[in-house]
């Protein structure tokens, strides 16, 4: 994992704040298996438990917004966190937060602008997209804190939300635009888009790489499911309200949470049949949901 860098302030806020706690919930310390973690664009991160009861908020030390998320190989959460005020003196950074949810600052350096998502390869080297100013993917390798800068195509916003193919090296990621793109991490090009066609709904937001080789993709008004040769086989649609999908992330047994960030629900569809079989509301302001992430 990359290291907690020394050039911003901890700020001294509390570890870790509960949500009506039953013994059951108290009694869960770590995050487990099938817990849910939704980021919220005020800051707050929220812990679910696999039923859809809450756990508990983590409450951060580092200043900025909640964006994209990610585990590292030893059951550490990683938030990227967005600046908060117009000269970007705060946020602009990754927050670190261990296996109880307790926050250990920032970890990293070199943040351009905007890191918006980042995943771990199997190897835990970590890859961020930022999605302002240079709009580039930087990879820390473990145990580093500089990062190697990979410049790769983008659209409307940057490396706005990405994923990591089976293959350790091919990255699928969007750019708030009308794609799924792709970028050969290991030998630093860029391939073709993934997707055979134009997509429905509005611009791309969050996507996963699916066992089969397709990718479940967020865009707009509609969920899609591009099989291996990026045709669309399928699309997932909640209520008319529900006007714009943005993080998800698959359960492992057949279905997927996903966010709307309008209304701030959070739902559970069926990947085979579309079928919403649970949801939840975050209880806080629209426009506030923003990534889901599950524990494997």
């Known amino acids: 994992m990359f290291t907690r860098s020394t050039r911003l302030r901890l700020l001294p806020v509390p570890l870790l704040l509960a949500l009506f706690w039953t013994p059951a919930q108290a009694q869960h310390l770590w995050f487990e298996p099938g817990d849910v973690i939704v980021s919220l664009e005020q800051g707050p991160v929220q812990w679910w438990l696999a039923d859809g009861t809450p756990r508990g908020v983590l409450m951060q030390r580092v200043v900025g ?168 086989v399928r699309t997932y649609q909640g209520p008319p309200e529900e006007t714009l999908w943005a993080g998800l992330d698959l359960v492992g047994d057949g279905t997927f949470w996903v966010a709307n960030y309008y209304s701030s629900n959070v739902y559970r569809f069926d990947l085979a049949s579309g079928t919403i079989v649970d949801t939840f509301n975050t209880g806080t302001p629209p426009n506030s949901a923003v990534a889901v992430r599950v524990k494997r």
């Not at 117009?86 to 920032?106: A, D, H, I, R, Y």
């Not at 980042?118 to 190897?123: E, G, N, P, S, T």
């Open 65 to 232: 917004t909640g964006e994209g998320m990610a585990w590292d190989l030893a059951g550490n959460l990683y938030v990227t966190r967005w600046c908060i005020d117009p000269m970007c003196m705060t946020g602009n950074t990754v927050e670190k937060f261990n296996p109880m949810g307790v926050s250990l600052g920032t970890v990293g350096a070199g943040y351009d602008c905007g890191p918006h998502t980042l995943v771990f390869d199997k190897m835990g080297a970590a890859y961020v997209g930022l999605a302002g100013c240079r709009r580039s993917i930087l990879k820390f390798m473990p145990g580093q804190v500089e990062p190697i800068e990979l410049l790769a195509e983008t659209e409307n916003a940057g490396i706005f939300w990405l994923d990591l193919a089976a293959d350790g090296c091919t990255l699928f990621y969007t750019s708030w635009g009308p794609n799924v793109k792709r970028f050969d991490a290991c030998a630093g090009v860029q391939l073709a888009n993934f997707n055979a066609g134009p997509l429905p709904g509005l611009d791309t937001q969050d996507l996963r790489v699916l066992p089969d080789g397709g990718v479940l993709v967020s865009n707009g008004q509609v969920i899609t499911r591009l099989d291996a040769s990026g045709a669309v």
